[in-house]
């Protein structure tokens, strides 16, 4: 049976869309890192004095580490010394600008990445911090926003005109000494967003990031920090791209969240730097410290993240569940092909009383991807009441390729409950050949049953971005099949 | 419409189709009958298109064309339907997103425009109603959670909506009680016309008399041992394929 | 570990702690008969070396991250010269363990063969069940063929210093096809007399070429430890039930580091129990490992009531396609008790399937461990595994660290894990209480059911019989 012997055909990879390169002319300090670099770095951001002394303080914490090596991910030593620590177009040297100022070479950048730093034909009811290799380009609905008192802005701009609220949450839920990528990130740090909603105040629209990747040899280290007051609301979401290249870029960022008494933030993440070549040249290395604290009673933070890029993922969204009836969760899709590797998870730390933690990961696995679930669940003998559920299922598309499954549990009181279960398995053939029967192309069998298999994950996604977590599936599962 | 000459088919080297020939011709309705392991899945499963099987000789020709040179879906773009003994659960894709799919799929490929979300939802209750299925049931993922006989009829509807020239029904009477039985048959009634072909496989002639064949074949060890009229089924349902299987295994002595 | 890895203080005293071994070993070399066959003083030497190099495990290494084994490397533990007059009769054995009467039963007291409390032993049509010190006399070929040959001392420190003190331990060798029909008892009794108390010359002439002597020059009366090795040979087609006993006399400290090999051919169709009933201040650290083939059926039911500190490793091999492995696992832990299980399945064939059950209740002070990993080979397709830990914690000072890991490099599989953690079902107590039970019982009923579902997968009655009471004495302490 010639066509029907294989149901699922080889068809060509798409190539990655965002792979392009914009010609800049950019402000690159020398490589290298050491003490001179990180005063550079804080003198062209015109920081205080605390900031420079903090990131010292990182550095030299930093230089006492070691880099991790137990996570189920393989990669060649990275010299520290052999890359940029901060490139900005030159352009935009003096700061971020007023929507009208940025450089039009820029604003075509975003514009091919969908992203139009044009309020006016942004998606509706999002607004948008805009950062390009180390520095933040340009803030949309800056203003709207200040009405309500929420302060949403590049981390540059909170250092000048908050350096109160930074000073107060800076490193105080992933401190310099975390590990050794969020050391790094202390030190060198170049932009990222910060957000503050006060008390009370229920952020009318999506705030979203969108980092983007351009200079070679670079290292991207963004830093974002987020405060939702105590009744405050927000749903933040960022997005990532970089260019094609053959070398692999490191990318090592850290979020800081923090709700107060009664607050909510949710924070979903669509991942998608580029993941190489399909024989594994190239792409990013991205080693991310995520976590949220849910200080105040009644808090909750939501982690969504679609990891569909990156040569490399290492990242664990987590909670720190402090305030008794305190909510945190955890979905996510990681989606690994080609030679893609994903060592993800969470941890849910449950200090306070009648917490509750709820953790969906969904793993895909093809070509000759490895993608590990790596969670921890840690109930204090404080924690009365405590509840968490995890479901980790994975799906292997193809037989070259892995999926692993690393949860730990670890319980100390009698009141509390937790769930665990995981499940491996291949896509369904009889699910394929269903779907052939009824006249769907095999691909599009493929990717409709994955979608499926991630739903519980996409509808945790705001609308527009559930759509685009689609449709990246889709993208980035070609050429897995055959 | 449908001709199938000395078919022979195996999985893991276990021989199971051995020598079938059969032609089935538009407007007609076949039953294929036959004890378990006889073959009869095999049978509709191989004009499908599904991969399990190797057809070591024979050859399966449809509207003139080579049939086995055909992937699953290029079958179904023809106008193949069958109807699954076990319908298949797709979690986390809805009923409708999964039908509407299928339906633009062929006749996209047939040249045809697709249907937008309105129109697919007219067509798809009106054929609900013929099968007094619940819109409900539309909302939820491909037959999942579904009852036995709610895949059944799901299977149906299907077949329904994507109007196919040529439908094989396999066993789609097990796990049916009797008022589902009569549900299922009245839709496939429904579809009876001059230019479809109805294949039904089943064990039990109890589904013979709600859908009342023009031909009966009985097959026994991968062979078409006896073919008939409607009161085929009678006879075998009174006798039991134990003279049937005598007489065959003799005959190959 | 190595030494290294410790701040330097504690490396002088880390280093003495191996050293403590290392002389243990010089001493126990020298009274070893000079008849001994050079293959095996070879492997305890390689055995010993690899100990030196690893050192005890630490809190770094991954698999050793919950369970310290500080108390087991800073007691001065000495091996037992020679079997001691202890009082242990027959019937004691029974009501310690289970009543075995019919079994083949081999018995050692602190790591010696006991050949009067052993029964229906010796060879017969090719069945051999004897000790091994026996057997490294009778039929030293057969043995060198698989002793210490899938046991990694390589790489774990507790099995090399199992190996590097190889001298004692049962030997089961079942010829291709035969059923053993009664099953074989295998007993590891600790005397819990100080390691000076003077052996029975004569008992130990004929089963030992150990000489009388002290194992450590300048001690007297030190906590002893065995180290038991057992050696399970199924050929193809064979059949047998075999049942491992540990148990403590007295309520002294001791430690025991029993290895266990298990190797089945085709289509064998063995059955393991393990009964672990140590002394409350006794330390356990074993290990089992089996190499399955073609179509064999192995299960292996672990049951964990006594020890202050006990780890069991079980790693099985499937090693052929059509292999079927079930583990079973029931532990109990109270006071301060520490019990540690890691489970290690690798479907190294396809079309393997792999079943494991382990239950935990741990109250007091206790803390349990769980790390069960599944592995599945590239290739292994049509793998069918199924892995669920539950744990009981019945008091707010117990604690629990669960870890059901799997890690698949073939598609074609069909795996799950579970772990829950949790309490007793309120609402199900009260309806017992309406019903007229007391809280109490009504508890113990739920915790018995909780545990009963281990237990129901003991095919063997006496067995089974004998740790339902157990665990209800357990529940009504």
């Not at chain 1, 305030?323 to 955890?330: M, P, V």
């Not at chain 1, 969904?362 to 009365?384: C, D, F, M, P, T």
């Not at chain 3, 410790?6 to 003495?16: C, F, T």
């Not at chain 3, 009467?101 to 229906?120: I, K, N, P, T, W």
């Amino acid at each position: 049976m010639p066509n029907g012997s294989d149901p699922v055909h080889d068809f060509t990879t798409q190539e990655y869309k965002y792979g392009f390169v914009t010609e800049i002319d950019a402000d690159t300090i020398p490589k290298g890192l050491n003490e001179d670099i990180i005063r550079l770095i804080s003198q062209k951001k015109n920081e205080p004095e605390f900031m420079l002394e903090w990131r010292l303080k990182a550095f030299r914490h930093w230089r006492t580490m070691t880099e991790p090596r137990w996570s189920n991910v393989h990669y060649p030593p990275i010299d520290y010394q052999d890359l940029h620590y901060y490139s900005a177009p030159k352009s935009q040297t003096n700061g971020p600008k007023s929507l009208d100022e940025v450089d039009p070479e820029l604003r075509r950048t975003f514009d091919k990445l969908g992203i139009p730093l044009e309020e006016q034909k942004l998606l509706a009811g999002v607004a948008v911090d805009a950062v390009f290799d180390s520095v933040s380009v340009a803030t949309t609905f800056k203003e709207k926003l200040s009405e309500l008192g929420i302060i949403f802005c590049s981390f540059s701009e909170a250092v000048q005109n908050h350096p109160d609220l930074v000073k107060k949450y800076l490193g105080t839920v992933v401190p310099y000494t975390d590990n050794f990528f969020a050391a790094l990130n202390s030190a060198v740090f170049s932009d990222g967003s910060f957000c503050y909603v006060p008390k009370g105040v229920r952020c009318p629209m999506e705030l979203s990031t969108y980092f983007r990747i351009n200079a070679a040899k670079t290292g991207q280290f963004e830093r974002t920090l987020l405060i939702a007051d105590e009744g405050a609301y927000v749903s933040y979401l960022e997005g990532c791209t970089a260019p094609m290249r053959d070398e692999n870029q490191l990318h090592a960022a850290v979020v800081e969240l923090i709700a107060l008494e009664d607050a909510q933030i949710k924070y979903s993440t669509v991942q998608n730097w580029y993941p190489g070549d399909k024989d594994g040249k190239g792409g990013i290395f991205n080693f991310v410290t995520k976590r949220g604290a849910c200080r105040g009673a009644r808090s909750k933070i939501s982690w969504t993240q679609v990891e569909t890029g990156s040569a490399i993922t290492w990242k664990y969204p987590s909670c720190l569940l402090l305030g008794d009836d305190s909510i945190g969760e955890f979905y996510s899709v990681a989606l690994t092909n080609n030679f893609q590797q994903a060592d993800t998870g969470t941890k849910m730390i449950h200090v306070g009383k009648n917490t509750r933690s709820t953790i969906v990961s969904k793993g895909i696995s093809a070509g000759r991807g490895q993608n590990s679930y790596r969670g921890l669940v840690e109930i204090h003998k404080e924690a009365a009441n405590a509840r968490n559920y995890t479901q980790c299922d994975s799906m292997l598309i193809g037989e070259k390729c892995g999926a692993h499954t690393f949860p730990f549990i670890d319980v100390r009181n009698t009141s509390s409950q937790v769930e665990h279960e995981a499940s491996t398995s291949k896509i369904g053939e009889d699910q394929i050949f269903y779907c052939q029967q009824r006249g769907l192309k095999a691909e599009d069998a493929v990717s409709m049953i994955v979608n499926g298999f991630c739903k519980e994950v996409f509808r945790e996604l705001p609308m527009e971005f559930a759509v685009e977590a689609q449709r990246l599936l889709e993208v980035s599962l070609e050429g897995s099949v055959g | 419409m449908l001709i199938i000459r000395n078919l022979h088919a195996e999985a893991e080297g276990k021989k199971i189709l051995q020598g079938i020939d059969l032609e089935v011709k538009p407007g007609e309705v076949h039953a294929i009958m036959g004890p378990n392991g006889s073959g009869k899945s095999t049978l509709a499963q191989v004009v499908a298109g599904h991969d399990t099987y190797d057809i070591t000789t024979g050859e399966v020709l449809y509207e003139g064309k080579d049939l086995l040179e055909l992937s699953p879906e290029e079958r179904a773009w023809e106008g193949i339907f069958m109807a699954f003994q076990y319908p298949v659960e797709i979690p986390g894709v809805r009923n409708t997103y999964f039908l509407k799919s299928a339906l633009n799929a062929i006749r996209k490929a047939r040249g045809e425009s697709e249907l937008d979300a309105m129109d697919f939802l007219d067509l798809a209750k009106d054929k609900m109603r013929l099968l007094n299925m619940e819109e409900s049931l539309m909302e939820r993922a491909v037959n999942e959670g579904f009852s036995g006989g709610e895949k059944k009829r799901n299977e149906i509807l299907q077949m329904a909506v994507l109007d196919p020239k040529l439908a094989i029904l396999d066993e789609t009477d097990s796990g049916l009680d009797i008022d589902a039985l009569k549900i299922v048959a009245n839709g496939v009634n429904a579809l009876r016309g001059p230019n479809r072909a109805i294949v039904v496989v089943t064990h039990y002639q109890r589904l013979l008399n709600y859908i009342v064949p023009d031909f009966v074949h009985v097959l026994v060890g991968g062979r078409i041992v006896k073919s008939g009229g409607r009161e085929l089924a009678l006879e075998l349902e009174k006798q039991g394929y134990a003279g049937i299987e005598k007489a065959a295994a003799e005959s190959r002595l | 570990m190595n030494g290294a890895e410790y701040p330097s203080v504690l490396k002088e005293i880390i280093m003495n702690e191996i050293d403590r071994y290392l002389i243990s070993y010089e001493n126990f070399q020298k009274t070893r008969s000079e008849k001994e066959p050079s293959w095996i003083r070879r492997i305890r030497k390689d055995a010993i070396e690899r100990f030196a190099h690893l050192g005890f495990p630490g809190p770094r290494q991954e698999d050793w991250r919950f369970t310290r084994v500080k108390p087991i490397t800073r007691t001065s533990f000495e091996r037992v010269d020679g079997l001691r007059s202890n009082g242990l009769s027959s019937g004691e054995i029974a009501r310690r363990t289970f009543n075995d009467a019919g079994c083949h039963r081999l018995a050692f007291v602190d790591g010696h063969y006991c050949a009067e409390l052993s029964s229906q032993v010796g060879s017969n049509s090719g069945l051999v069940i004897e000790s091994l010190a026996d057997a490294l006399q009778r039929r030293a070929a057969l043995v060198e063929n698989h002793l210490a040959r899938y046991a990694r001392f390589e790489e774990q420190a507790f099995i090399a210093l199992n190996t590097a003190f190889i001298s004692d331990g049962a030997f089961v060798y079942v010829p291709e096809d035969a059923t053993v029909v009664e099953p074989i008892h295998l007993v590891f009794a600790s005397s819990g007399l100080p390691s000076s108390t003077p052996a029975i010359g004569s008992a130990t002439s004929n089963l030992h070429v150990d000489k009388a002597g002290p194992d450590a020059p300048s001690t007297n009366g030190n906590a002893p430890r065995t180290h038991p090795r057992i050696l399970i040979i199924g050929e193809k087609g064979s059949r047998a039930t075999i049942i491992e006993s540990y148990i403590g006399l007295k309520q002294d400290a001791y430690f025991t580091n029993p290895v266990t090999e298990i190797i089945l051919g085709e289509n064998a169709d063995v059955s393991h129990y393990k009964l672990q009933r140590e002394s409350d201040a006794a330390y356990h650290v074993a290990a089992l490992q089996a190499n399955i083939e073609k179509d064999a059926r192995f299960s292996s039911a672990s049951i964990s009531i006594g020890g202050a500190l006990v780890r069991n490793d079980v790693n099985v091999i499937l090693d052929g396609e059509g292999v079927s492995c079930a583990l079973d696992g029931l532990y109990l832990g109270d006071n301060r008790q520490h019990v540690d299980n890691h489970t290690f399945i690798k479907h190294a064939k396809p079309n393997c399937e792999s079943f494991e059950l382990y239950k935990g209740i741990l109250d007091g002070r206790s803390s349990g461990v769980f790390n069960g990993r599944i592995y599945v080979d590239p290739g292994a397709q049509k793998t069918d595994a199924k892995q669920t830990n539950n744990c009981l914690l019945l008091s707010d000072d117990a604690r629990i660290n669960t870890s059901p890991q799997l890690e698949i490099f073939a598609d074609d599989v069909k795996c799950t894990h579970g772990a829950t953690v949790g309490q007793l079902d309120e609402a199900a107590i009260f309806y017992l209480r309406s019903r007229g039970i007391e809280e109490n019982d009504a508890r113990h009923m739920l915790i018995y059911a909780f545990a009963n579902e281990v237990l129901d997968r003991i095919h063997l009655a006496p067995v089974r019989d004998r740790f339902a009471t157990d665990l209800f004495e357990w529940l009504s302490k």
